[in-house]
C-alpha cells in the first residue's frame, strides 16, 4: 500500500510560479509512475502530468498543459514534484498526486492509477 501526501499548495498572485510536492510512503517508489491531476471548483478531475520508471524518467502530459508545467521525480526522497510556471486564475483547484503500480504507464486516465494523496489546494488571485 502507497501514501501520497501532497503539499505546496496556498494563495498566490498570478504570474508567480509554485512548486508543488508529493512525497510516498509504503510501497517501492522507483517502480511506481506518478501523475498530477487537478479539480477545479465546479469541474471534473483532469489529469496534468506524469512520469514513469523509463529511462531519465521522461515527463508526459496532457495537451493542454504542455509548456505551463514541469515534473519531476526524485527516488531517493520518495517525492514527486510539480513545477507551476506564470500562474493564472484558471489554475485555481484542488492538486492531487496519484501512483500507478504500471511503472511503465503513460495513462493520463485517472482509473489507472491506483493511490492517491488527499490534494493541496492552490488559489491564484488575479
Known amino acids: 500500500q502507497v501514501q501520497l501526501v501532497e503539499s505546496g499548495g496556498g494563495l498566490v498572485q498570478a504570474g508567480n510560479s509554485l512548486r508543488l510536492s508529493c512525497a510516498a510512503a509504503?510501497?517501492?517508489?522507483?517502480?511506481?509512475?506518478l501523475g498530477w491531476f487537478r479539480q477545479a471548483p465546479g469541474k471534473g478531475r483532469e489529469f496534468v502530468a506524469g512520469?514513469?520508471?523509463?529511462?531519465?524518467?521522461?515527463?508526459y502530459f496532457a495537451d493542454s498543459m504542455r509548456g505551463h508545467f514541469a515534473t519531476f521525480r526524485d527516488d531517493d526522497k520518495n517525492t514527486v514534484y510539480l513545477y507551476i510556471d506564470s500562474l493564472k486564475p484558471e489554475d485555481t483547484a484542488v492538486y492531487y498526486c496519484?501512483?500507478?503500480?504500471?511503472?511503465?504507464?503513460?495513462?493520463?486516465?485517472?482509473?489507472?492509477?491506483?493511490?492517491w494523496g488527499q490534494g493541496t489546494r492552490v488559489i491564484v488571485s488575479s
Open positions: 496519484a501512483a500507478d503500480d504500471n511503472g511503465n504507464s503513460q495513462s493520463q486516465f485517472a482509473g489507472d492509477f491506483e493511490y
Open positions: 509504503g510501497g517501492t517508489f522507483s517502480t511506481l509512475t
Open positions: 512520469v514513469n520508471t523509463w529511462h531519465r524518467r521522461s515527463a
